[in-house]
């Protein structure tokens, strides 16, 4: 019988030595490594068969065994790629630093997604187990969503109207797989490439991204304080002929700044006077935390507003649902984008959504999600005053999940951040959330992700590293 045991120890053995070989080199015959390993001929021949196994060792009948020459590897040839793909679209597309991995020892403050303990998991876990034993794992989904699931948007947005409002019904609804994708069906269905898009700058780096994708040409206004100016936004429309105006109205990512009613007003009748469409994200709804979110989509009943509400940061990262609410002709256009790039939407993460979403212990989540988000915001914000320079810290945001930081002058931004990463605190740079030049040295933190109790320990290390850059 074999030793198995003793067969691997002389195997580990000669793997070593054979290393060390020249290619082509034979190895002693089987009577003599039997001699040298005090072992029987055939666990000799089972320890060679591990390294020919290993491809170290190849066997030459009637001639012996010989170290491998290394196979190298295939060279891939991509120069014909070249011709095939042309040169690289201007101002193309990218993917922000917010998609960064962080390793568990860093502090990550750069990334999107809140951390598991402000999120539903039990919920969402058995929502998702119960729809992958329902039809919905094996049923094709209408084109549009769930009916149920899109109720629930329109109610939704129904509810938080203000006055008299333009609530939307379930038919003016289309379920996304997220709210990057729905930005991108909406940029491609209601623009042309080469067609302008008015964008609030800074502004979310996705929609950057998703309209330089398109092939749509940027065209940037400033904030005036929480929103643009309604002058300087209808001559950006006069000057480009732009139909499209994409911004956040409530918690803007990356600042955390909200229009007043009145503002929201006058922008809105500046997009109606133009005959412009406003592509309304409300990607923060449930994030409120020191008042309530009124969708603009609700006080609109032409059709000038189509807004974006996702579910996947509030709900899971797991479930990519968003809905769009759109009315006419732009609602059609939508939807048409919608099934030639992905057909519909996964029934069962539409059923798990909904689930989660009309369950008795969904507001009460809400409450308690939003009351460890105050706190954090409130405990980090403390921190970047007490320690950081002075106006370091633009505002304080009524919701969202960040804090928007402005550098001292003459901070090399990237520089910086890369320095706080080398010791293991992750920031976004401002430079990503600019659809043009950035206008100061801007970073953003964001407090939903792990260790919360290691927040002093982060804004130490900005500070530091801070000074250090300044000096």
Same mark, same amino acid.
């Given at each position: ?5 003793? /067969?691997?120890?002389?195997? $580990? ?59 190298? $590897? ?37 990334? !999107? ?21 329902? *039809? ?6 209408? /084109?549009?969503?769930? +009916? ?28 996304? +797989?997220? =709210? ?7 940029? *491609? ?13 800074? =502004?979310?780096? !996705? ?12 065209? +940037? ?5 929480? /929103? ?15 139909? %499209?105006?994409? $911004? ?26 133009? !005959? ?34 996702? %579910? ?22 939508? *939807? ?12 069962? %993460? ?13 507001? +009460? ?25 002075? =106006? ?29 990463? /080398? ?49």
């Amino acid at each position: 019988m074999v030793n198995s045991s003793s /067969a691997e120890r002389i195997a $580990a053995e000669l793997r070593a030595e054979v290393r060390a070989m020249r290619a082509g080199a034979r190895l002693p015959g089987t009577r003599a490594l039997a001699e040298r390993f005090g072992a029987g001929p055939v666990t000799v021949q089972q320890a060679v068969r591990m390294l020919v196994r290993d491809g170290l060792v190849e066997s030459r009948p009637g001639a012996g065994n010989f170290v491998r020459h290394p196979v190298p $590897a295939p060279r891939s040839d991509f120069d014909w790629q070249t011709a095939a793909l042309g040169s690289v679209r201007s101002e193309g597309g990218y993917v922000g630093s917010t998609m960064q991995t962080a390793g568990e020892e860093v502090i990550a403050l750069h990334a !999107g997604y809140p951390t598991d303990e402000l999120l539903p998991v039990r919920a969402v876990q058995a929502a998702l187990a119960r729809a992958a034993r329902s *039809r919905s794992a094996i049923d094709r989904p209408p /084109a549009s969503g769930l +009916p149920e699931l899109r109720q629930w948007f329109a109610q939704e947005a129904a509810e938080t109207a203000r006055g008299d409002g333009a609530p939307p019904a379930a038919a003016d609804v289309i379920v996304m +797989p997220g =709210g990057q994708s729905a930005l991108s069906s909406i940029f *491609r269905a209601l623009a042309r490439p080469g067609d302008a898009i008015v964008m609030e700058s800074p =502004g979310y780096w !996705g929609a950057i991204a998703a309209a330089r994708q398109a092939g749509l040409e940027i065209v +940037p206004v400033p904030r005036a304080g929480e /929103a643009v100016d309604p002058i300087v936004l209808a001559e950006a429309f006069e000057r480009s002929r732009a139909r %499209l105006f994409y $911004a956040m109205p409530h918690f803007a990512n990356p600042t955390g700044a909200t229009w007043s009613p009145a503002e929201a007003r006058a922008i809105l009748d500046v997009v109606r006077a133009n !005959g412009a469409f406003l592509v309304e994200d409300d990607w923060a709804h449930d994030f409120a935390l020191d008042g309530a979110v009124h969708p603009l989509v609700a006080q609109d009943a032409d059709g000038h507003v189509v807004s974006v509400r996702s %579910l996947t940061k509030s709900v899971s990262p797991a479930i990519r649902i968003a809905g769009v609410v759109a009315r006419g002709p732009a609602l059609s256009r939508i *939807r048409t984008d919608r099934v030639v790039d992905g057909l519909y939407v996964s029934g069962v %993460l539409q059923t798990a959504a909904l689930e989660v979403v009309t369950a008795p212990g969904w507001e +009460p989540h809400l409450r308690r999600m939003r009351e460890q988000l105050r706190v954090r915001r409130d405990s980090l914000a403390g921190l970047v005053t007490e320690l950081m320079p002075a =106006g370091t810290l633009t505002s304080v945001p009524p919701g969202g999940l960040n804090l928007w930081l402005r550098l001292p002058a003459g901070i090399d931004v990237e520089q910086y951040v890369r320095s706080c990463a /080398a010791d293991g605190v992750l920031i976004s740079p401002g430079t990503e959330w600019f659809p043009a030049e950035p206008t100061a040295g801007f970073v953003r933190l964001n407090y939903s992700g792990p260790a919360p109790g290691r927040f002093a320990e982060a804004v130490a290390v900005l500070a530091r590293r801070l000074g250090r850059a300044d000096g």
